[in-house]
T-cell receptor
Framework: DGGITQSPKYLFRKEGQNVTLSCEQNLNHDAMYWYRQDPGQGLRLIYYSQIVNDFQKGDIAEGYSVSREKKESFPLTVTSAQKNPTAFYLC????????????FGNGTRLTVT | GENVEQHPSTLSVQEGDSAVIKCTYSDSASNYFPWYKQELGKGPQLIIDIRSNVGEKKDQRIAVTLNKTAKHFSLHITETQPEDSAVYFCAASDSWGKLQFGAGTQVVVTP
């Protein structure tokens, strides 16, 4: 989706290092989400934020942290506490309407060795 | 919480044939059901969605049906083309309006 930018597309890190994934949007949507995708699996929710300066844990928040200091930005930090960090990470945005669709960025593939 | 099951996990069809993907959900309060298509190396793209006050919705070669009583919904793709090859995900909203996703279906359209 052109209004959602995830960078970088590929990221490589050594085990034990924290790494931050960027997600920026220019759609002026209130809600932002981080999902993790592993091969052959669906999308699992890590964290989400419905307004600035507020966020909630999703189903698999352990080992991750986020911040929401600006409406257009929702960075995700993968900490050294995350046991299996190698995955495809997807950021999504949603406007404030109840049950409105999510719009996804093109993802960041993180490889930790 | 909401649990969404999706079948089949892989689907191979001949070009021109129809493809059907089925999903079931557990939360009777769910009332929003989107479908996403994901091409290799990209994020999922919304292709069609349906709300619980509607039983069927169609957009060109794509249709979605919803049976709230049985708690299942299906995606139908007619006259499949090679560019329909992708992974398709169904999703259902939970009680808080957050989406729970199925595990995905890899669709391969062979010429």
């Amino acid at each position: 989706d052109g209004g959602i930018t995830q960078s970088p597309k590929y990221l490589f890190r050594k085990e034990g290092q924290n790494v931050t994934l960027s997600c920026e949007q220019n759609l002026n949507h209130d809600a932002m989400y981080w999902y993790r995708q592993d091969p052959g699996q669906g999308l699992r929710l890590i964290y989400y934020s419905q307004i600035v300066n507020d966020f909630q844990k999703g189903d698999i928040a352990e080992g991750y942290s986020v911040s929401r200091e600006k409406k257009e930005s929702f960075p995700l930090t993968v900490t050294s506490a995350q046991k299996n960090p190698t995955a495809f990470y997807l950021c999504a945005v949603q406007d404030s309407s109840y049950n409105s669709p999510l719009h996804f960025g093109n993802g960041t593939r993180l490889t930790v060795t | 919480g909401e649990n969404v099951e999706q079948h089949p996990s892989t689907l191979s069809v001949q070009e021109g044939d129809s493809a059907v993907i089925k999903c079931t959900y557990s939360d009777s309060a769910s009332n929003y059901f989107p479908w996403y298509k994901q091409e290799l190396g990209k994020g999922p793209q919304l292709i069609i969605d349906i709300r619980s006050n509607v039983g069927e919705k169609k957009d060109q070669r794509i249709a979605v049906t919803l049976n709230k009583t049985a708690k299942h919904f299906s995606l139908h793709i007619t006259e499949t083309q090679p560019e329909d090859s992708a992974v398709y995900f169904c999703a259902a909203s939970d009680s808080w309006g957050k989406l729970q996703f199925g595990a995905g279906t890899q669709v391969v359209v062979t010429p």
